[in-house]
């Protein structure tokens, strides 16, 4: 099985700084997508971003932006000038046909 | 939007009892899937389905059991709850297309006592 890797479990960032969350996986596959998704204390999961494997260019919505490192199989989520609502649960995940791989997590605090 | 809908947020269960947790997607979509949830470990697939009558096991299938007669619903069964399936757990459903994503349900609380 695919495994996803989250080695932060817990960040903390100030208002307004930028917060970089690791993520690094293992797959044979050449064509996969990876996503990067928050869940807030609601613990309603929303997807952040995501990034097709094939796509060489880095994804990128609004404050938020991926490092995508393909040889590498590291995929780091950028959150520039955080807010306070950015507080909450974010897990990298991995996607190939019908798998879909979560990491363990990385809670970030947002701090005033 | 992709809608997913379970039914129950929050339950209180016995040790011994069966337990149904309800899944509801509002299109066509083929592939659902069952995930826990506990704190460290992130989220483990229990079962998915690519299609009416069809089910795959995840990675924690044992005490669990799938049914899937209609495309819109996925129900995930505890044939006999026990505490240690005490757990959050999330329904999603795969949309092909658009960056193959997964839309979550809001989740179901289960508390086993």
């Known amino acids: 099985a695919q495994t996803v890797t989250q080695s932060q479990p817990e960040m903390s960032v100030q208002e307004a700084e930028t917060v970089t969350l690791s993520c690094t996986y293992d797959?044979?596959?050449?064509?996969?997508?990876l996503f990067w998704y928050k869940q807030p204390p609601s613990r309603q999961m929303i997807l952040v971003i995501r990034?097709?494997?094939?796509?060489?260019q880095n994804a990128t919505e609004n404050r938020f932006s991926v490092n995508f490192q393909k040889a590498a199989k590291s995929f780091s989520l950028k959150i520039s000038d955080s807010q306070l609502g950015d507080a909450a649960m974010y897990f990298c995940?991995?996607?190939?046909?019908?798998?879909?791989?979560f990491g363990a997590g990385t809670r970030l605090t947002v701090k005033p | 939007d992709v809608k997913v809908t379970q039914s129950s947020r929050y339950l209180v269960k016995r040790t011994g009892e069966k337990v149904f947790l309800e899944c509801v997607q509002d299109?066509?979509?083929?592939?659902m899937f069952w995930y826990r949830q506990d704190p460290g470990l992130g989220l483990r697939l229990i079962y998915f389905?690519?299609?009416?009558?069809m089910k795959e096991k995840g990675d924690i299938p044992e005490g669990y059991s799938v049914s899937r007669e209609k495309k819109e619903r996925f129900s995930l069964i505890l044939e006999s709850a026990s505490t240690n399936q005490t757990s959050m757990y999330l329904c999603?459903?795969?949309?092909w297309g658009s960056g193959n994503t997964i839309y979550f349900g809001e989740g179901s609380w289960l508390t086993v006592v």
């Open positions: 999603a459903t795969l949309v």
């Open positions: 299109m066509d979509h083929e592939n």
């Open positions: 389905s690519y299609d009416v009558k």
């Open positions: 797959t044979s596959e050449s064509d996969y997508y």
């Open positions: 990034q097709e494997a094939y796509k060489q």
């Open positions: 995940a991995y996607s190939f046909v019908n798998d879909m791989r």
